[in-house]
């Protein structure tokens, strides 16, 4: 008989059982792991702790205290600058995204800001506005990627004129900055660094090459620059699609809890879901479980996909819809209406394997998360 | 030569020209649209506007007055119906998440909630907290998608408690509520609609099966119902593979912009993008668009995904990166930084095609949309 009539098991008093918890303790371990793979003393890279995207979906808020032994935090735009220093956030603040229009300059009220230039015209308007606050800048490579940036033959002309911008107080520092397209390989770097190298032969500033894959398998390199800014593995994942954040000694900063809250026995042949995208070969019991690809669980994960229910490890079925999916008790027979369900981030299912299986990344999933998932904070942070 | 040093066209002054832009007035058409196909006299059918996700991504606060011509709203939990009753809605609303624990009868604190029932625990629980607004509650039927609700040999005990329960008072009115899990298809519902009234068969109370897909394909079974409740029509996209929504006389209620950020010229051979994932050709120009799957564009859309530039159909070029996208410059030779991008929802360039790209539905991409990204009200309604 088809449990239907279960007993509740209440976890909380949460109208909606769904919830993210954020763990800024593995954010501060995860930081401290980085710094140990960097050589130590007064020539050690300083670091950018990567911020943007509120924190990987994390929320800057709620991962800044387990930030303080950063170096500068890095985000995308201005605005996002502006709301860190109202968290108190007092260190510099590298900003990517730079300057979308003149109008930009209006934002940069702040000290220490270090503002990344991607194309000519960003030095004008600097030229046109000067600023209480000189912003340090970067100049984008193009790099290997070709998005934004430079490329090698305008590069130096580019240099010229911010040095000059630099020389008349309207800016500080010219640094140059690069990002590889394939720092998650072996052998990813080494061209993509050279080209980068011969093109600021001879030009004074400091260097910032290396995001987490680079700092992790490219460490050398790494070690050769003033600044590196990872951002995927400060919240716990790993870059790299053959080794895991357990074995790089990672730990996931995010977790994705539900609950079961309906038990369906499906006859053999009977669909599950829309289109009935999976059909039960037997009878099985099936569980509901509230979270759907509009609470940022990935549409495209496939029957199969790993699910944790009551701690046991069992499956997706069928199409995720926009609020919920079903899952295979088959493992966990137990399980009544209220078990505890896990989606990501705990012992036994990392984030990476269930974005693998959705043919995504883990920092796809973290951001994707929607502002109906309520986050609670975890860890010791939590009894604070 | 590159055009790096091209003139810069503001479009506003916000800090990252990537914006949604929301139509009301579209969301009125297409209720007005949907209401037409539906038979119109005292046994029309009702009809719920469903708007749980925050209303499919396009923001409730935003769209709440191009629905009041609806008899009704439709949410998800009971949160969410306490938000439209904030924003001013005074009329019914159904709640299809109802209750997840005894202590959700505290959020239930308002008149004429309509609640899905999914399993028996659900009317004991109300059965031990009296309500000063004894909700109306409609028994889910599992029909053939199988997520939640009572099984064909559940049903009927499910029913006579819950008639039990509105003889008390402890409850209102008792109705049917079926959810198809093919109504897209054209012989989709026939087999599980008959399932579900041989089920209900002799069993007063109103009965409500159909979505915006059922509504639309099978308009008689429609109009054999006493309330309809369509979603992703109302905002505009087609729940059909075959039929576009302009096809249907729906108008697109979320478009997606940007603009040009960056332009490079890559070399035949080189890579563009993460992985290299995209390998030029020949000699090719190619724009970065400030949009990323960090603010909810997807991560799947594979080169080729079109893109609109200045007006101008292009595509996609590699990965989608976390805070921006390439695109092919080739078909509009003339764009400089700063050109208008469209991303979806506009004339020539459908959400329901780009989602295809990705290899999922509108629903997905809307609802995914980032807080990150600001929405500004459009149409008749901004005016206001």
Not at 31 to 48: F, T
Not at 167 to 183: K, S
Not at 234 to 262: C, E, I, K, N
Request: proline content about 8%.
């Amino acid at each position: 008989m088809p449990p239907v009539n279960a007993p509740y098991r209440p976890e909380g008093l949460t109208a909606r059982p769904l919830h993210a918890r954020i763990h800024p303790d593995a954010v501060a371990h995860n930081l401290a792991r980085l710094r140990a793979a960097l050589p130590a003393g007064p020539a050690a890279p300083r670091l950018w702790a990567t911020v943007k995207a509120d924190a990987y979906g994390h929320g800057v808020s709620r991962v800044l205290s387990a930030l303080r032994g950063a170096d500068g935090l890095a985000v995308l735009h201005l605005d996002e600058a502006r709301a860190c220093r109202r968290l108190g956030w007092e260190g510099p603040i590298l900003v990517y995204g730079g300057l979308y229009s003149p109008a930009d300059a209006l934002l940069m009220d702040t000290p220490d800001l270090h503002l990344v230039i991607t194309h000519a015209a960003q030095l004008d308007w600097l030229a046109q506005a000067p600023l209480a606050h000189p912003p340090a800048i970067w100049l984008r490579f193009a790099g290997d990627i070709h998005h934004t940036g430079f490329s090698a033959t305008a590069y130096r002309a580019a240099y010229d004129a911010a040095r000059a911008l630099s020389r008349r107080g309207v800016i500080g520092d010219v640094g140059h900055l690069n990002h590889y397209a394939r720092a998650d390989e072996p052998d990813g770097v080494g061209d993509a660094d050279k080209v980068f190298r011969d093109t600021i032969a001879g030009l004074p500033g400091p260097v910032s090459t290396s995001n987490s894959a680079a700092l992790l398998k490219h460490g050398a390199r790494a070690a050769d620059t003033q600044w590196v800014r990872p951002g995927l593995a400060l919240y716990g994942a790993s870059p790299f699609a053959d080794t895991s954040a357990a074995q790089l000694g990672l730990r996931p900063a995010m977790s994705l809890h539900s609950q079961v809250v309906g038990i369906q026995r499906v006859a053999a042949g009977a669909g599950v879901g829309y289109g009935g995208a999976f059909s039960a070969p037997e009878i099985m019991d099936v569980g509901i479980v509230t979270c759907g690809y509009a609470d940022g669980y990935p549409r495209h994960a496939p029957t199969g996909t790993p699910v944790l229910v009551d701690g046991v490890r069992t499956r997706l079925l069928g199409r995720v819809s926009m609020d919920m999916m079903a899952v295979d008790l088959g493992p966990v027979p137990h399980a009544l209406i209220g078990a505890p369900v896990t989606l990501w981030g705990a012992d036994g299912l990392a984030v990476e394997e269930v974005a693998a299986s959705a043919g995504t990344i883990a920092a796809d999933l973290w951001t994707s998360l929607s502002a109906r998932v309520p986050a609670h904070l975890a860890g010791a942070a939590a009894a604070r």
